[in-house]
């Protein structure tokens, strides 16, 4: 069967039957599934937890038990596991999917409100299953689920996913079709020609269509209330957004945030972030994105002092980068990003981390000679300031001298945890908690969004190749973090969160954290 073309599938032990099922691309020649399967070859079956169709099953069932019995009937060998938006990749699926030799992952629809989109569920499947061959099933228009744009090599269409469209899938699957011609269609017809779509400028007065577009095209990680989300916005002098509207009615089908951000002291250098683009999925591939993409791109090249632009944003963080594994990779590749992660800026991994601070090791830790730890004070002011210009500058780490000196201007020097080898500062970090008013704990959502007993830890600098520190690097940092766990812990914490590392994996698994989100670090000089 040629992508692109409908079929007519006969039933399994004769009769026939005729339903629309389209193979919208197959680039892993996989399918009929006989050409790669084997006897003992597992096969997974993944498909969403939803309502069934009324009309062909009654309430309470799974509407995709036809599929898998339809399935077994020709493959014994089939696994039939759901998925929820809520819960996305268990390590139950995770397990599933690495002892399967192909993986048939089913998306019933677009997202609601609040839900995870299944087509980010799917890449994360496919992720996690490396080089298994995936087969997505559709059971609506393709162009309407935004899959083309999201690069699954192989893809079948189904108009809806009841018994008789399923059983029909079935049949695809296993090469028992026939083309029909009068039916066929050209995968060009399922996309819009992309133009050119005026961006204008958000006025910042009505939040509600960004918040709901937000949450519609983020996954439920990375969804945020109104007020908090409109507090990071709105941020005068150092944020232009842009919106994309209907001309039919006005509303609102894509948002674009930027920002600049001073990168030193001299407050002569600039930053611009790309933060966000965001399209509704009903309206991708139709040059909404890139249109927001090279308006936003040519407005922050046209402000005074900007010598870079990156992906995301540094502060206020939305998210640290574009997130890891996701469709929006591919999409800002074709834009020109470089990804191949060998310089920086070219797609390096950025992770947020999670700690219960019931795990932290404290106890083992033992003290090093010289070295001590302690809340800044307004007499540290002068050699903080010094001491993190120098490091964030040599570092590249945008925006954390603001940071530093915001907190100690809003009298919250005390968030200032120091390290010191005898009177020397060789290490620092900001503290925060959800319930603070601080500029840091209102640039950081993260926290306050997974929990209320979740402190923060940002902006971490230790020395590097100081001749005078005589301890290592290393222990400085577990020193540093065992100081910031304590005070937290002090303050009613029950978790810490810390955010946009890069590198030290290793070390921070062992010492009890868990990832919370993976980035990919882009910017480029201009």
Same mark, same amino acid.
């Given at each position: 069967?040629?992508?692109?073309?409908?079929?007519?599938?006969?039933?399994?032990?004769?009769?026939?039957?005729?339903?629309?099922?389209?193979?919208?691309?197959?680039?892993?020649?996989?399918?009929?599934?006989?050409?790669?399967?084997?006897?003992?070859?597992?096969?997974?079956?993944?498909?969403?937890?939803?309502?069934?169709?009324?009309?062909?099953?009654?309430? /309470?069932?799974?509407?995709?038990?036809?599929?898998?019995?339809?399935?077994?009937?020709?493959?014994?060998?089939?696994?039939?596991?759901?998925?929820?938006?809520?819960?996305?990749?268990?390590?139950?699926?995770?397990?599933?999917?690495?002892?399967?030799?192909?993986?048939?992952?089913?998306?019933?629809?677009?997202?609601?409100?609040?839900?995870?989109?299944?087509?980010?569920?799917?890449?994360?499947?496919?992720?996690?299953?490396?080089?298994?061959?995936?087969?997505? #099933?559709?059971?609506?228009?393709?162009?309407?689920?935004?899959?083309?744009?999201?690069?699954?090599?192989?893809?079948?269409?189904?108009?809806?996913?009841?018994?008789?469209?399923?059983?029909?899938?079935?049949?695809?699957?296993?090469?028992?079709?026939?083309?029909?011609?009068?039916?066929?269609?050209?995968?060009?017809? $399922?996309?819009?020609?992309?133009?050119?779509?005026?961006?204008?400028?958000?006025?910042? $007065?009505?939040?509600?269509?960004?918040?709901?577009?937000?949450?519609?095209?983020?996954?439920?990680?990375?969804?945020?209330?109104?007020?908090?989300?409109?507090?990071?916005?709105?941020?005068?002098?150092?944020?232009?957004?842009?919106?994309?509207?209907?001309?039919?009615?006005?509303?609102?089908?894509?948002?674009?945030?930027? +920002?600049?951000?001073?990168?030193?002291?001299?407050?002569?250098?600039?930053?611009?972030?790309?933060?966000?683009?965001?399209?509704?999925?009903? +309206?991708?591939?139709?040059?909404?994105?890139?249109?927001?993409?090279?308006?936003?791109?040519?407005?922050?090249?046209?402000?005074?002092?900007?010598?870079?632009?990156?992906?995301?944003?540094?502060?206020?963080? $939305?998210?640290?980068?574009?997130?890891?594994?996701?469709?929006?990779?591919?999409?800002?590749?074709?834009?020109?990003?470089?990804?191949?992660?060998?310089?920086?800026?070219?797609?390096?991994?950025?992770?947020?981390?999670?700690?219960?601070?019931?795990?932290?090791?404290?106890?083992? $830790?033992?003290?090093?000679?010289?070295?001590?730890?302690?809340?800044?004070?307004?007499?540290?002011?002068?050699?903080?300031?010094?001491?993190?210009?120098?490091?964030?500058?040599?570092?590249?780490?945008? /925006?954390?001298?603001?940071?530093?000196?915001?907190?100690?201007?809003?009298?919250?020097?005390?968030?200032? #945890?120091?390290?010191?080898?005898?009177?020397?500062?060789?290490?620092?970090?900001?503290?925060?908690?959800?319930?603070?008013?601080?500029?840091?704990?209102?640039?950081?959502?993260?926290?306050?969004?997974?929990?209320?007993?979740?402190?923060?830890?940002?902006?971490?600098?230790?020395?590097?190749?100081?001749?005078?520190?005589?301890?290592?690097?290393?222990? #400085?940092?577990?020193?540093?973090?065992?100081?910031?766990?304590?005070?937290?812990?002090?303050?009613?914490?029950?978790?810490?969160?810390?955010?946009?590392?890069?590198?030290?994996?290793?070390?921070?698994?062992?010492?009890?954290?868990?990832?919370?989100?993976?980035?990919?670090?882009?910017?480029?000089?201009?």
């Amino acid at each position: 069967m040629l992508p692109g073309h409908s079929a007519t599938a006969s039933g399994h032990r004769g009769g026939s039957r005729r339903s629309q099922v389209t193979l919208i691309r197959d680039h892993q020649a996989c399918i009929p599934l006989t050409r790669i399967l084997g006897d003992g070859d597992i096969v997974l079956l993944l498909t969403p937890v939803v309502p069934p169709v009324k009309s062909d099953v009654g309430n /309470g069932n799974d509407p995709f038990e036809p599929f898998g019995r339809a399935l077994a009937s020709r493959h014994p060998w089939i696994r039939h596991v759901p998925y929820t938006s809520r819960n996305g990749m268990t390590s139950t699926h995770v397990g599933f999917i690495k002892r399967a030799k192909t993986v048939i992952f089913v998306i019933s629809g677009p997202p609601t409100a609040g839900q995870t989109s299944q087509v980010e569920i799917g890449l994360m499947a496919r992720m996690v299953g490396e080089e298994r061959p995936q087969i997505i #099933v559709a059971c609506q228009s393709v162009h309407d689920l935004g899959l083309l744009e999201a690069n699954f090599p192989t893809i079948v269409q189904l108009p809806d996913y009841a018994p008789s469209d399923l059983q029909a899938a079935a049949a695809v699957l296993f090469g028992e079709t026939t083309a029909t011609a009068i039916t066929s269609l050209d995968v060009q017809s $399922l996309m819009i020609e992309p133009k050119f779509w005026p961006p204008e400028n958000w006025d910042g $007065l009505n939040v509600a269509p960004i918040h709901e577009l937000w949450n519609q095209c983020l996954p439920d990680q990375f969804h945020l209330e109104k007020f908090p989300l409109q507090s990071l916005l709105q941020r005068d002098g150092y944020a232009m957004h842009f919106v994309v509207r209907l001309p039919e009615n006005r509303e609102v089908v894509g948002f674009c945030a930027t +920002y600049t951000t001073f990168v030193d002291r001299e407050g002569e250098r600039l930053i611009g972030s790309l933060a966000m683009v965001i399209v509704k999925p009903a +309206y991708r591939r139709r040059g909404i994105g890139l249109s927001l993409h090279e308006h936003a791109l040519k407005q922050l090249k046209r402000i005074r002092g900007v010598d870079r632009i990156q992906l995301g944003s540094t502060f206020p963080r $939305l998210l640290s980068g574009i997130p890891a594994a996701s469709a929006s990779e591919s999409w800002f590749r074709r834009r020109g990003w470089q990804m191949d992660g060998q310089a920086p800026g070219r797609g390096q991994d950025i992770c947020d981390w999670i700690l219960k601070i019931d795990d932290w090791p404290s106890g083992g $830790l033992s003290a090093s000679t010289g070295l001590t730890f302690r809340q800044g004070t307004f007499d540290d002011f002068t050699l903080i300031a010094d001491f993190v210009e120098k490091e964030s500058t040599r570092k590249d780490h945008t /925006g954390w001298y603001d940071q530093y000196m915001n907190l100690a201007n809003d009298g919250r020097i005390s968030d200032i #945890v120091l390290g010191l080898e005898h009177s020397e500062i060789v290490a620092s970090a900001l503290i925060y908690t959800p319930s603070e008013a601080s500029s840091l704990a209102q640039d950081l959502p993260w926290a306050r969004t997974i929990g209320s007993d979740v402190g923060g830890v940002a902006c971490i600098c230790i020395a590097d190749g100081n001749p005078a520190m005589t301890t290592s690097k290393d222990t #400085v940092m577990i020193r540093l973090l065992d100081a910031c766990v304590t005070i937290l812990k002090e303050q009613g914490m029950g978790r810490v969160f810390l955010d946009a590392v890069k590198g030290g994996y290793e070390g921070f698994q062992s010492m009890g954290f868990q990832k919370w989100a993976i980035y990919r670090d882009l910017w480029q000089k201009i």
